[in-house]
């Protein structure tokens, strides 16, 4: 199976912006970004699959842009206009079957450690 790791995460100002990275180790058809706040639940951010076809929750449309590079196995989530509840650890997620559903239901069979992403006001 497939394994995967983040990386690029930091802190910004509110209105900066930072790339994140996401290095899988086999294949995969659909890879998920998600993150998880202090005290609150972990909640699917961005999907996409091989063929580039991506989903968004609704606070981030218009300022992330999620994106992959198949032959380097590499998902990208690129963060602008970011704002203090963005804040969380973002976690990279990845699956061998169609993404379908798996933004709401997070059901993927691959998790990374995740790394923090921290926006001061």
């Known amino acids: 199976g497939a394994e995967v790791q983040e990386s690029g995460g930091g802190s910004v100002q509110a209105g900066g912006s930072l790339r994140l990275a996401c290095a899988a180790s086999?294949?995969?058809?659909?890879m998920g970004w998600y993150r998880q706040a202090p005290g609150k639940e972990r909640e699917g951010v961005a999907t996409?699959?091989?063929?580039?076809?991506?989903t968004y929750v609704d606070s981030v449309k218009g300022r992330f842009t999620i994106s992959r590079d198949n032959r380097k196995n590499t998902m990208y989530l690129q963060m602008n206009s970011l704002k203090p509840e963005d804040t969380g650890m973002y976690y990279c997620?990845?699956?061998?079957?169609?993404?379908?559903?798996?933004?709401?239901?997070?059901?993927?069979?691959?998790w990374g450690q995740g790394t923090q992403v921290t926006v001061s006001s």
């Open positions: 997620a990845a699956d061998t079957n169609y993404c379908g559903r798996r933004l709401v239901t997070q059901d993927f069979a691959y």
């Open positions: 086999g294949y995969t058809y659909c």
């Open positions: 996409i699959d091989k063929f580039g076809s991506s």
